[in-house]
């Protein structure tokens, strides 16, 4: 028995919580892979999966068996890629999930470039909102915008995302200008799912609070709420990625400056506890040093210009019950 292999595909059917998946993602036939698990768990001496008719469970000592695995899998993976890339241009595929207007209007240039850079490595771009699962998937990397990581995470933080509350003039000419976060409730507003489509956040004396809107349209797109606004139908709050350029042209123009929203965060996430190889970090390094810390988008003028709680996350002004 080839130990580390047998450690491989226990650990490939832990994580995908089916031998079939298993077999199918190698191309093997599914008793392949229930033999080499057995066989693991012969020479053990102890049961690592508790099988059903129904779906597969770890016992204790799996669970405990598959977190040594990845600790000693990873580091095996990191000394074999360290060794093999010594010397060399970093080369190999790399499958990416990003989300889809961040995707279109930044990313893919970047990746464009990049590919340029190192001609040896290809990618396999993925375009949705959803969130993957990284492992079952098989992606090697996936850009999220977030305010909050999941517990089970393992990210980099890339850079930050601001978010504008926007309207077109015409809008405004003819329905008024809020003043305060309170006022969105008599206005027509445009809500982004699968985030919470009947308020938004702003920052109040330190502290964050939902303020009620009515959604006259809900999309899980950015772009469309945006060309909504810009049609003057209502209000939107668009992240400073996907606004920056029409308020910069003028079809839509910020509001409620005065008042912070919550920033999000950028993040590069990686598939569990495994070592990530050189040409990801070779890619995660290249899109953290284009896009920056502060990123290039927010360099535009109307960014010079507003007011720094709304920019940098400051407490904004105290907005007053109703």
Same mark, same amino acid.
């Given at each position: ?12 059917? =832990? ?14 036939? !599914? ?19 508790? &099988? ?38 970093? !080369?190999?595929?790399? !499958? ?37 699962? %990284? ?26 995302? !601001? ?20 006022? %969105? ?8 799912? +699968? ?32 060309? =909504? ?13 996907? =606004? ?17 929203? +919550? ?10 506890? &495994? ?30 210009? =507003? ?16």
């Amino acid at each position: 028995m080839d130990r580390l292999e047998s450690m491989q595909m226990f650990r490939r059917v =832990a994580e995908m919580g089916s031998f079939s998946a298993v077999a199918r993602q190698l191309d093997v036939a !599914r008793s392949v892979v229930t033999r080499q698990v057995a066989a693991l768990e012969a020479h053990l001496g102890v049961k690592l999966i508790a &099988r059903s008719t129904r779906r597969l469970n770890l016992t204790a000592a799996g669970l405990a068996y598959l977190e040594k695995c990845r600790e000693i899998l990873s580091l095996v993976e990191a000394a074999e890629s360290d060794l093999a890339a010594e010397g060399q241009v970093p !080369r190999g595929h790399i !499958r990416i999930s990003v989300p889809f207007s961040f995707g279109l209007r930044h990313l893919t240039p970047l990746l464009l470039d990049f590919g340029t850079l190192y001609p040896e490595i290809t990618l396999e771009v993925d375009y949705t909102d959803r969130r993957v699962n %990284l492992i079952e998937e098989g992606i090697d990397l996936a850009i999220r915008i977030t305010r909050r990581l999941a517990p089970q995470d393992v990210a980099r933080r890339i850079s930050v995302c !601001r978010m504008l509350v926007v309207a077109a003039d015409d809008y405004l000419r003819r329905r008024g200008e809020p003043r305060r976060p309170e006022e %969105l409730i008599d206005h027509e507003c445009f809500g982004y799912v +699968p985030a919470a489509p009947s308020s938004w956040p702003f920052v109040v004396d330190g502290e964050t609070r939902a303020f009620p809107i009515r959604s006259r349209l809900l999309a899980n797109n950015g772009d469309a709420l945006l060309d =909504a606004a810009i049609r003057g139908l209502g209000i939107t709050s668009a992240p400073s990625f996907i =606004a920056a350029a029409a308020v910069e042209a003028g079809s839509v123009r910020p509001i409620l400056t005065d008042y912070a929203q +919550p920033e999000l965060g950028i993040y590069a996430v990686f598939p569990g506890n &495994r070592y990530v190889p050189r040409r990801v970090r070779v890619l995660v390094d290249y899109l953290a040093e284009r896009i920056g810390p502060e990123p290039y988008w927010d360099a535009l003028p109307l960014f010079r210009t =507003a007011p720094q709680a709304t920019l940098l996350g400051g407490g904004g002004r105290r907005a007053r019950g109703r």
